[in-house]
């Protein structure tokens, strides 16, 4: 790539920066203005520490709770039954 002849060329046709801004420059629409406050609201809502809280369902945690005893007995009477074979 020949960087003297890219130098060259962005030199020659390039405009003052203070003269691009100003003939540029346009305050933003309103729509815009409100995808970049929606976009904002966005960032800020998915970096919260605090998360919703759920509602409780006393029906769904009894639920669990109830499968998660009964994983435990079935675990309880295997280890048991285990220890109770006979060795060779």
Do not use: Y
Request: no cysteine.
């Amino acid at each position: 790539m020949n960087t003297h002849t890219l130098e060259t060329l962005s030199s020659t046709t390039a405009e003052p920066r203070a003269e691009r801004q100003t003939r540029n420059s346009h305050p933003p629409s309103p729509l815009d203005r409100l995808a970049m406050r929606v976009g904002l609201a966005l960032l800020l809502w998915s970096r919260r520490e605090e998360r919703a809280r759920r509602t409780f369902d006393r029906e769904l945690t009894s639920r669990r709770n109830s499968a998660e005893r009964d994983r435990l007995k079935r675990e309880h009477t295997w280890q048991t039954s285990v220890h109770s074979l006979t060795r060779r």
